[in-house]
């Protein structure tokens, strides 16, 4: 049976995006987005631990036995998050200082074991990469759009410090939206962080009820 790309694609960046339509992960997303650049950093180390534990969960799912799989796939998950927990600390290590303690927490979150359990332990090598992938992406982008709105209102920039992450070539991303903005403290505080998704969760719910 061919497998449908398309939606996988569709399902990971919107349809069953992990924050907007799932409603998981939501420590992470909440903790680490009081600017894009954070959201980002976060984003992009979950992306990685998902393709490449999807792709070991599907290596091994015809070895492991279910009554040991979890387990098994928590050992996997937890060895892939030590090396990108070491990589970021080595590569980038202001952002790592920033990061640090919740990039040790994606072994817990529940974003990795869910789509090793439901869909990478019953699927090929290829789709539960692309599966993989397309959850991390649509992870990320949950997490730049919240980081986004929550810096732009609480300091009036966006992407503050993006050369941290992705090198002084990338320095151009950091703008100031608002010049002379003296900020919305609570933005980025915590309460802002459950406002700024409240009313990001009622936005998709409304723009998917008119094109439906």
Avoid at 2 to 10: A, N, P
Avoid at 51 to 68: E, H, Q, T
Avoid at 145 to 154: A, F, H
Wanted: proline share 3%; net charge positive.
């Amino acid at each position: 049976m061919s497998t449908d790309y398309k939606r996988l694609t569709r399902d990971g960046l919107w349809d069953n995006n992990v924050v907007f339509a799932q409603g998981l992960a939501l420590c992470p997303t909440l903790a680490v987005t009081s600017t894009a650049t954070n959201g980002l950093g976060m984003g992009l180390a979950t992306t990685a631990v998902l393709v490449v534990s999807n792709l070991l969960v599907s290596s091994v799912r015809n070895i492991v036995s279910p009554a040991v799989r979890i387990p098994v796939y928590i050992v996997l998950i937890a060895t892939l998050v030590t090396l990108v927990d070491m990589a970021l600390n080595a590569w980038v290590h202001e952002l790592y200082k920033v990061l640090g303690l919740f990039i040790a927490l994606i072994v817990v979150n529940c974003v990795i074991l869910g789509r090793a359990e439901s869909y990478a332990s019953k699927n090929s090598l290829v789709p539960s990469m692309v599966d993989g992938l397309m959850m991390g992406l649509g992870f990320t982008l949950a997490l730049v759009i919240l980081g986004g709105v929550r810096e732009v209102l609480g300091s009036g920039t966006l992407f503050a410090s993006a050369s941290l992450l992705l090198g002084k070539a990338f320095s151009f991303m950091e703008l100031t939206i608002i010049p002379d903005y003296k900020g919305f403290l609570l933005m980025i505080l915590p309460p802002g962080g459950f406002m700024a998704l409240g009313f990001l969760l009622a936005g998709k719910r409304v723009w998917d009820g008119r094109k439906a």
